[in-house]
């Protein structure tokens, strides 16, 4: 019989704390009979909340915590008066001792990076984690990051966020070689800045097992789902989220407006019904509503802060399939690869300057 996945839990971080992270977590039960949650919080809050939930308060204890991190507080206040006493801090600090398997937070994205970072340190080869959103396309799902845990990136950033960006895919898409893309301005190998077409010619000359890599794509192929798994550094890639989000949220609206405009759409509206909710249903944010830190040493979720129960359930399952699926060791099985692969910027760094250095002999001969 399989162990249960321990669940750290957030309960105050969001828009609404313990009033979708209690009845988020009930669902997933009832999903999941094999989880078990560590719920940490103001438990005078949480306390009523579990009890009026039989099964929940079975499988659930509660940790008191004293402080809960606001949505609008800096990285650096969050992490400086959060740090020990916080329920976010808290959450993450149960899987480092090893009493929980996974964390999850709808709390502010910048504070948990943050405390993330501060807590568990990442994965040795990894400088910085990155954090992958899963995102609906033509084709069904792509997995696309870094979506805004940091800023910038080298070559070997590129590399190490496609490495991990594959393994994710493989749990979630259930595919053992996913397609592998670099967003760049253009799909011509000369475009796009020096990192990026760095990070390509390194992924096309290693051929890493586990991954296949595609090439480069553009901000459409996303939506178009060319590949399952697109890399961007942190920036780019938070602005590509978010513009995607305020485009379906305004043709959403336009839709309705439309539909609404004169009795003959609304009788429209009525037929389309069916073919309506079903687009509805694919683009519905709450289905695709976790985010996983990559390249910590632990799993960590981000939620949405103004989810509601169903996609905080979807959050905490996404974190429980990491966890069953064994993330962590296949990140790392990847990464002795790309190792052995000799995967590193400064080995071209090298042989330039060995080039240059010889030119300089000859000129001087």
Request: charged residues 20%; hydrophobic residues 50%; neutral net charge.
């Amino acid at each position: 019989m399989q162990q249960p996945v321990r669940i750290a839990i957030d309960a105050m971080g969001g828009d609404n704390g313990a009033s979708v992270c209690v009845p988020g977590a009930a669902r997933l039960l009832a999903r999941r009979p094999d989880a078990a949650f560590i719920l940490f919080g103001d438990e005078a809050i949480i306390r009523p909340l579990i009890d009026a939930l039989p099964a929940l308060a079975k499988a659930s204890r509660v940790v008191h915590a004293p402080v809960a991190i606001k949505m609008g507080d800096k990285p650096s206040q969050a992490l400086r008066q959060g740090r020990r006493s916080s329920s976010m801090w808290m959450a993450l600090e149960a899987v480092k001792k090893g009493e929980a398997d996974v964390a999850v937070s709808a709390g502010n994205t910048g504070a948990l990076m943050a405390m993330a970072k501060f807590c568990l340190r990442t994965m040795a080869q990894i400088d910085r984690p990155a954090l992958a959103a899963i995102w609906p396309t033509l084709r069904g799902q792509s997995i696309v990051l870094d979506v805004g845990a940091s800023i910038g990136a080298d070559a070997q950033h590129y590399v190490d966020l496609a490495i991990m960006g594959a393994a994710m895919a493989t749990i979630v898409f259930d595919i053992p070689e996913p397609t592998v893309g670099l967003l760049n301005v253009g799909v011509e190998e000369i475009k796009g800045i020096e990192e990026v077409k760095a990070a390509a010619r390194l992924l096309r000359e290693a051929k890493l097992p586990n991954l296949s890599y595609h090439g480069f794509v553009e901000g459409d192929d996303i939506g178009q789902g060319t590949t399952d798994v697109v890399v961007a550094e942190g920036f780019t890639g938070n602005i590509a989220l978010k513009t995607a989000e305020g485009t379906a949220k305004q043709a959403y609206a336009v839709l309705k407006a439309a539909f609404n405009a004169s009795f003959v759409a609304q009788m429209g509206a009525l037929l389309a019904r069916t073919a309506l909710m079903e687009v509805k249903q694919k683009i519905d944010p709450r289905n695709t509503a976790g985010g996983v830190f990559l390249g910590l040493d632990g799993i960590v979720i981000k939620s949405h802060g103004n989810t509601d129960p169903v996609g905080f359930c979807a959050a905490i399952e996404l974190g429980y399939e990491m966890v069953r699926h064994d993330l962590q060791t296949r990140i790392k099985v990847s990464l002795a690869h790309a190792q052995e692969a000799k995967l590193a910027i400064s080995a071209p760094a090298a042989v330039v300057e060995t080039g240059a250095e010889n030119d300089s002999k000859r000129m001087s001969a």
